[in-house]
């Protein structure tokens, strides 16, 4: 019979990701962190995922000195990372040489178990960082996404049993030390994870762990028929950080199983205490935890399959674009968008990337516009779809894309040149310590503005100094702000201010708000200086102009002026959603004008270029 469960705890990775944007910084981590090494953990996930992006974008927290203070703090514990195989931390496919560097410093720095997954299930977007990992000789978790195609159940054409025993046996034989079932969505029922469970023990003889998420309410019941049906150890996390989006509670569980055969031995009242600790210390995080609905549980996950942390990504995409009324619509169209593309999991990246374009579809028309990834992604770049993309969209996808119009099979990997090298030559004023070095490597733009602040060459802004400590009284309160103190320079308004007519003792005042911050967000991903917002340019009666069509970031032009263009080829390229998206040409014509530069921060509407018509390019 199994011997006791392991646990292992998401606290400081998943739990805040999921909850807090993944802000909790490292200083309200530690005095828990030192206790946690006394409870005789499975593993304590600390790193990777979000946690590495999120702390040199938001909090100017160096992620190595992080992970090095939670080895100094938990000596007795493994501690694991979430690795998104070649794209590590990242949201992009990177050189093998980066992956190897990143996975052997990672290990150097404490990591002890690799927990390694692939959005699409294709595991040779996982075979260089196994073998790193090996080579480091730490422990290789192999993980594989769970998805359903429609209707919340497990079965089907693609998504079966066979499907998911297949993956653990390719992953046995990439030399794996266990096998993780990664349910992101919260949408493994209780009675398929027992199925599944008994399934990937008949298939391999690896230790077997589930983590799964609260989101849908079924985790707790998940979790338990894991168990019944021989699970070796599941994810779980402190109950203040624990249920909603994020993982089962740990408090729970151990009751549940005391005097079983899998009990797991675990000690309740300093995990009590803990959970005391974090309790008084997330007020200060009040401001990016979700408490808007009465709903601990979102039910309707069981049939969009959409994770907590891309819900909030599309209310806040759809709000930028004054659209927050077509969320449902939005809704609607993932999931056909989702089956056009071959059904992706809904991880990241593809979760951001199918969302996105369910945005676009929504608001511009079925793709008419698609963002560089997309056809990135239709092409191979991220891999073996699970399923073929529907013939028509992959055709309409790959028009005009510059790479071809047919898909390769060749691991991706495979097309990357080394990346190191650069990567040490762009900082190599700055530092030639390896953590910088790969922390340009994997976010050039971020991680290039932190390396700045890091070495002191650019202070702390403001907005990423650690949050104010909230009066006593004032749980799950803003954080006490003083509100009226005249600012000494006003910073430049961004596109997001919004104008409001407020009425006071019977007289009406125009004021303007804007999220503080707003201006500097924008100008964070923009490079050059004097990247600014727009002069606004108009085009003269009978011209055409290019506009935004959601607020963005000009990341180039493909155009010069003078040039000739046909209606429909791509003028300008902007980031917007995380996405470069191509604005194409309405007509054909020349190019007379493009009034924006390089880097410039965008709002919807703003003309990015104005092209004067004439007939087709070479036909006059
Ligand atoms: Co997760």
Do not use: D
């Given at each position: 019979m199994p011997a006791l469960l392991r646990i292992s705890d998401t606290t400081f990775r998943d739990a805040h990701q999921s909850l807090l944007a993944t802000r909790l910084r490292m200083a309200d981590m530690e005095p828990i962190a030192a206790r946690m090494d006394g409870l005789g953990l499975y593993s304590a996930e600390v790193w990777g995922g979000a946690t590495f992006d999120a702390a040199t974008r938001f909090l100017a927290e160096d992620p190595w000195e992080r992970l090095r203070t939670f080895k100094k703090l938990m000596p007795n514990t493994p501690l694991m990372m979430l690795l998104r195989g070649q794209s590590l931390v990242g949201y992009r496919s990177y050189a093998d040489d980066v992956v190897e560097a990143f996975v052997g410093h990672a290990a150097s720095a404490g990591i002890d178990v690799f927990r390694v997954f692939d959005a699409l299930n294709d595991e040779r977007n996982l075979s260089t960082a196994a073998r790193a990992v090996k080579k480091a000789g730490k422990h290789l978790q192999m993980t594989i996404c769970y998805s359903v195609t429609h209707g919340g159940r497990m079965g089907g054409p693609i998504f079966n049993l066979d499907y998911y025993a297949e993956r653990a046996r390719v992953m046995a034989e990439m030399d794996a030390d266990s096998i993780c079932v990664k349910d992101m969505a919260g949408i493994l029922a209780p009675y398929d994870a027992y199925d599944l469970v008994a399934a990937l023990k008949a298939a391999t003889n690896l230790p077997v762990q589930l983590h799964t998420h609260y989101t849908s309410g079924m985790a707790s019941m998940t979790v338990l028929k894991a168990i019944e049906a021989g699970i070796d150890a599941v994810d779980a996390c402190l109950a203040p950080l624990a249920l909603r989006t994020s993982q089962p509670a740990i408090e729970p569980l151990i009751i549940s199983l005391k005097g079983t055969e899998r009990d797991p031995a675990l000690d309740l009242d300093p995990i009590l205490e803990m959970g005391d600790h974090l309790e008084s210390v997330l007020p200060k995080y009040s401001e990016h935890m979700e408490t808007t609905r009465a709903a601990v549980i979102d039910a309707k996950v069981l049939s969009h399959q959409i994770p907590g942390g891309m819900i909030s990504n599309l209310v806040s995409q759809l709000r930028e674009v004054d659209a927050l009324d077509r969320l449902d619509e939005v809704l609607d169209e993932i999931p056909r968008t989702r089956k056009d593309l071959g059904y992706p999991p809904l991880v990241t990246p593809m979760s951001q990337m199918v969302g996105t374009q369910a945005v676009s579809n929504v608001l511009f028309g079925r793709y008419k516009m698609v963002s560089r990834q997309i056809k990135d992604y239709v092409y191979g770049l991220y891999g073996r779809p699970v399923a073929d993309a529907a013939p028509d969209v992959a055709k309409a996808v790959l028009e005009g894309y510059e790479r071809g119009q047919s898909p390769i099979t060749t691991r991706p990997g495979d097309l990357i040149e080394p990346e190191m090298e650069s990567a040490r030559e762009a900082v190599k004023e700055l530092s030639t310590d390896l953590d910088d070095v790969l922390t340009y490597a994997l976010y050039p733009t971020t991680g290039m503005r932190f390396i700045r602040i890091k070495h002191g060459l650019d202070p702390v802004p403001d907005e990423m100094q650690p949050p104010i400590e909230a009066a006593?009284?004032?749980?799950?309160?803003?954080?006490?702000?003083?509100?009226?103190?005249?600012?000494?320079q006003a910073p430049p308004k961004s596109s997001r201010a919004k104008a409001f007519n407020v009425y006071l003792d019977g007289r009406a005042y125009r004021v303007e708000v804007d999220p503080v911050g707003s201006a500097q967000r924008g100008a964070a991903h923009a490079a050059p200086a004097g990247g600014g917002r727009l002069t606004l340019k108009a085009p003269a009666a009978g011209e055409a102009a290019v506009a935004a069509p959601m607020p963005g970031i000009v990341s180039r032009y493909t155009v010069e002026v003078g040039q000739r263009v046909d209606a429909g080829d791509a003028v300008v390229v902007i980031e917007s959603m995380k996405m470069e998206n191509s604005l194409p040409s309405p007509v054909a014509g020349t190019v007379r004008e493009l009034p924006a530069s390089q880097g410039a921060t965008v709002a919807k509407g703003d003309i990015l270029a104005i092209i004067t018509p004439v007939g087709p390019a070479g036909s006059g």
């Open positions: 006593a009284a004032g749980r799950r309160q803003a954080p006490a702000q003083p509100v009226a103190a005249p600012l000494s």
